[in-house]
């Protein structure tokens, strides 16, 4: 069994930031690759950042430049590091495994304008 919590969002200012921290129960944590996505009302699940075991990252256009993800693998946690955050931000954020079918509780980010 996989358990996800994500935790640190919250209501911010547009281009202020926040650290979203997700903590993974998951056997072996160092080899599998993270990922976070987001999912504004209305709107499908996206992919936002990725980061595999070796520590390569792949991000979505829209925060390329502002977002920065990581890992520490001696905690089984994975980082979202968000900069310059945008109204378009606003969003419940999940993190995943290998994009498997499990899924936490997600954390929100608002960004007021």
């Known amino acids: 069994q996989v358990q996800l919590v994500e935790s640190g969002g919250g209501l911010v200012q547009a281009g202020g930031s926040l650290r979203l921290s997700c903590a993974a129960s998951i056997r072996r944590f160092s080899i599998n690759t993270m990922h976070w996505y987001r999912q504004a009302p209305g709107k499908q699940r996206d992919l936002v950042a990725s980061i595999t075991s070796g520590g390569s990252t792949n991000y979505a256009d829209s925060v390329k430049g502002r977002f920065t993800i990581s890992r520490d693998n001696a905690k089984n946690t994975v980082y979202l590091q968000m900069n310059s955050l945008k109204p378009e931000d606003t969003a419940l954020y999940y993190c995943?495994?290998?994009?498997?079918?499990?899924w936490g509780q997600g954390t929100q980010v608002t960004v007021s304008s």
């Open positions: 995943n495994v290998n994009n498997w079918a499990y």
